[in-house]
């Protein structure tokens, strides 16, 4: 995995080019997989950029409707799933909320969470000598994993300072 971003923003980073770069890299992996970026996907992926923070389905639908009628739940929720699925949004279980991802990356990649309790951003990095370990250990036991999420809690360095 070749990580595209730094793991937490700078703060006052240029944001604009941070969304475009994501935007672009969205537009790629569609075109590669030739799977359709449609106006609501786009739509919706953009909410999920207005920050590195992760938003609720219906924070998404609050983000849409300040300057577009305000869409159905069911289709942010169709978005959501066709972004998730080409690895472009992370869903955090334990907030149950949902992160754009413009890291270059599949969507079975292993990705651990930080999640700044302090600032409320998320920084994702890879870990896939940590899904090794769990696999194996939950193997020994007899045990099939299907799945495994990754998710740090503590403080980001910028709110360290």
């Known amino acids: 995995m070749r990580i595209a971003k730094p793991t937490f923003p700078a703060p006052g980073h240029d944001h604009g080019r941070c969304t475009a770069d994501a935007l672009q890299h969205?537009?790629?992996v569609?075109?590669?997989r030739r799977r359709k970026f449609t106006p609501i996907r786009r739509q919706v992926l953009e909410a999920l950029l207005s920050s590195h923070r992760p938003l609720g389905a219906y924070e998404v639908i609050e983000e849409l409707a300040k300057t577009k009628p305000r869409p159905a739940p069911i289709t942010v929720y169709r978005a959501l799933d066709f972004l998730i699925e080409?690895?472009?949004v992370h869903r955090i279980e334990s907030r149950n909320a949902f992160l754009a991802c413009a890291h270059d990356h599949d969507e079975a990649a292993m990705v651990a969470f930080l999640i700044c309790e302090r600032c409320g951003l998320v920084g994702e990095v890879p870990a896939a000598p940590v899904a090794q370990s769990?696999?194996?250990s939950a193997r020994a036991s007899g045990f099939a994993p299907k799945m495994s999420i990754v998710e740090i809690t503590g403080i980001c360095a910028h709110c360290q300072n």
């Open 26 to 28: 969205a537009e790629r």
């Open 30 to 32: 569609c075109a590669g």
């Open 86 to 88: 080409n690895g472009l």
């Open 134 to 136: 769990l696999t194996a």
